[in-house]
């Protein structure tokens, strides 16, 4: 009976006790200084936190969450890096609000653990 109980209360710390100390992934970027055009065609650096392990792909796109509006993005492969380069996103429209709207980039992992992180920011601030 002890020997059960024992089981019961210690094999569920068991199986969460791996992902205890494991980071989310996420993710930041700034809208750099100079962004003063609409529709800047140069996106900005989008920095990379806690990458799961065996990822090799990442899709990235950015959303208007005040008008339905998606301003592109694109793929990538993904070797390691702890940021996407300002300009790297190909097919990407930059924001252009008649007034502040607030923007979110998602990027998905894709290879080793799947993985989504999200990250919004006011344009202009």
């Not at 200084?33 to 799961?52: G, H, T, W, Y």
Request: charged content about 25%; some cysteine; proline content about 10%.
């Amino acid at each position: 009976m002890k020997h059960a109980l024992l089981h019961a209360v210690l094999f569920p710390l068991f199986l969460i006790a791996p992902f205890a100390h494991a980071e989310e992934f996420r993710i930041e970027f700034d809208w750099p200084e100079d962004m003063a055009v609409c529709f800047a065609k140069q996106s900005p650096e989008i920095r990379l936190f806690n990458v799961p392990e065996g990822t090799k792909k990442l899709t990235v796109t950015m959303i208007d969450e005040d008008n339905p509006y998606r301003h592109g993005g694109g793929k990538m492969k993904y070797s390691g890096e702890s940021a996407i380069p300002a300009g790297t996103l190909k097919n990407w429209e930059g924001p252009c609000p008649p007034s502040p709207h607030t923007y979110t980039f998602i990027v998905k992992t894709k290879g080793g653990n799947k993985a989504k992180a999200r990250y919004s920011q006011k344009y202009p601030k």
